[in-house]
């Protein structure tokens, strides 16, 4: 799961398991909760996204879990594939006044996916 | 193709050499935002823009500006660039400040002050 301190937090999955990755929030004000993929030498790219008033969405191989008891998300990748090997960010989108908006990122956590 | 430009891909300058790092979407986003990502500390929010001469300050903004004066291009400027300015650079842009959970980024531009 993700954390501060200079090392990421790593995940090392075989080919073909179910890769599960955490995250902890601490805005309840939140109103969305994403999921970003950031491949080596590229920028983030969007996954999945869920609304602070529902607690799963499921897309294409990827489910997301929002638990706001414990404020905590998770990213569930179902037979995960070598091209899944990045670094994955939690963030969370807060209004920071008016009718502004801002995202706020984790710090990352690094999935290695073994052939 | 819809996407998010930046260029330069790659820079190093000295101390105290004025820079400017451009940014441009061809999608008509009204939100643009730029973040630079360091080693521990994730992405972190340096300006951002809700539509055109509209600016505010993210969570990181000394030592940049940035300007806004057309929908398309998000400019970030170092006036004065020092060496903890050195880092990785991400320009985002999203359909409207309302919905920046889908954000779009560029491809990334490696900065180095000496």
């Known amino acids: 799961g993700e954390s501060v301190g200079l090392h990421l937090p790593t995940l090392s999955v075989q080919e073909g398991d179910n890769s599960i990755i955490n995250c902890a929030y601490s805005?309840?004000?939140?109103?969305?909760f994403i999921w970003y993929k950031q491949e080596s030498g590229k920028g983030p790219q969007f996954i999945i996204d869920i609304r602070s008033n529902m607690d799963k969405r499921q897309g294409q191989r990827v489910t997301v879990l929002l638990n706001k008891t414990v404020k905590h998300l998770s990213l569930q990748i179902a037979a995960t594939q070598p091209g899944d090997s990045a670094v994955y960010f939690c963030?969370?989108?807060?209004?920071?006044?008016?009718?502004?908006?801002?995202?706020?990122f984790g710090k990352g956590t690094l999935l290695t996916v073994n052939p | 193709e819809a996407q998010v430009t930046q260029n330069p891909r790659y820079l190093i300058t000295v101390t105290g050499k004025k820079l400017t790092v451009t940014c441009s979407q061809n999608m008509n986003h009204e939100y643009m935002s730029w973040y630079r990502q360091d080693p521990g500390l994730g992405l972190r929010q340096i300006y951002y823009s809700m539509n055109v001469e509209v600016t505010d300050k993210g969570d990181v903004p000394e030592g940049y500006k940035v300007s806004r004066k057309e929908k398309r291009n998000f400019p970030l400027i170092l006036e004065s660039p020092s060496p903890n300015q050195t880092s990785l650079y991400f320009c985002?842009?999203?359909?409207?400040?309302?919905?920046?959970?889908?954000?779009?980024f560029g491809p990334g531009t490696r900065l180095t002050v000496l």
């Open positions: 805005n309840s004000a939140s109103d969305y």
């Open positions: 963030a969370e989108n807060i209004r920071s006044g008016g009718s502004n908006y801002k995202l706020t």
């Open positions: 985002a842009s999203s359909f409207s400040g309302r919905a920046i959970n889908e954000q779009f």
